[in-house]
C-alpha cells in the first residue's frame, strides 16, 4: 500500500514558479513509477509528467523545458517544480503512484488528495 500526500499548491502570477511536493508512505517507494497529473475545471485530467523508480522522466509537450520531476526515493518524494507559468497551467494537480510505466491517469494506483495550482493572468 502506497499512502501519498501533496503538498505546495497556491496562486502565482503569470511568470512565476511553485514547487509541488508528494511525500509517500511504505518502504517500496523506489518500485513505482510516479506521475503528476493536472485537472482543470470542465476538462479531463491529463498527464503531465512522469518518473520512474530508476529516474527515467517523461514529460507532456505543453511543460517541456519550464516543468521539472524528480524524486528522492531515500526520502520517499517525488516533486515537481514548476517555472514560467501560465495561466493555462492553472488546475488541480495531483501526485500518482503506479507499479509500471504509463501515462493513463486510470492505471495509477494511488494518488494523492490534489493541490491547486492557481495562475493569475
Known amino acids: 500500500q502506497v499512502q501519498l500526500v501533496e503538498s505546495g499548491g497556491g496562486l502565482v502570477q503569470a511568470g512565476g514558479s511553485l514547487r509541488l511536493s508528494c511525500a509517500a508512505s511504505?518502504?517500496?517507494?523506489?518500485?513505482?513509477?510516479m506521475g503528476w497529473f493536472r485537472q482543470a475545471p470542465g476538462k479531463e485530467r491529463e498527464f503531465v509528467a512522469r518518473?520512474?523508480?530508476?529516474?527515467?522522466?517523461d514529460y507532456t509537450d505543453s511543460v517541456k523545458g519550464r516543468f521539472t520531476i524528480s524524486r528522492d526515493n531515500a526520502r520517499n518524494m517525488v516533486y515537481l517544480q514548476m517555472n514560467s507559468l501560465k495561466s493555462e497551467d492553472t488546475a488541480v494537480y495531483y501526485c500518482?503512484?503506479?507499479?509500471?510505466?504509463?501515462?493513463?491517469?486510470?492505471?495509477?494506483?494511488?494518488w494523492g488528495q490534489g493541490t491547486q495550482v492557481t495562475v493569475s493572468s
Open positions: 518518473i520512474s523508480g530508476g529516474g527515467i522522466i
Open positions: 511504505g518502504r517500496t517507494f523506489n518500485t513505482y513509477a
Open positions: 500518482a503512484a503506479v507499479r509500471g510505466w504509463t501515462t493513463y491517469a486510470g492505471a495509477y494506483e494511488y
